[in-house]
């Protein structure tokens, strides 16, 4: 089955998060941890409709991996996994894979990325 969102909706899957302990070893679930804040586009809606008619299209495409807020859109289970639905206003970015590299340290006050 294939899911197609209305407007200028985007269906997303975020980057599954890694169980991880803390310095003094205890184990940190899941659910204690920050969502990501990057994700992959699964499909992207025709865009939005300006008052003049036109069709504004989204800039994203599905394969992309983009850079959201972390606490954006809205939950949807379907198809046993859980998806997202987020509008295109909430896309902060591209992501290039060869430009960031992920740290051991994820939600770390210095960021969850570093650059070049």
Known sequence: MKLTPFHDNIFIKRDELEERKTKG???????AQ???????VL???PGRTLPDGTVVKPTVKPGDRILISRYAGVDVNW???T???????????LVEEDDVQKTS???SRTGDYITG
Not at 34 to 40: L, S
Not at 83 to 93: A, C, E, H, N, Q
Request: charged residues 20%; negative net charge.
């Open 25 to 31: 070893g205890l184990h940190l679930p899941k659910s």
């Open 83 to 93: 998806r997202t639905v987020i509008p295109w206003s909430d896309v902060l970015g």
């Open 105 to 107: 340290t994820a939600g």
């Open 43 to 45: 499909s992207v809606g």
């Open 34 to 40: 920050k969502q990501p804040d990057t994700a992959v």
């Open 79 to 81: 198809d046993i996994e």
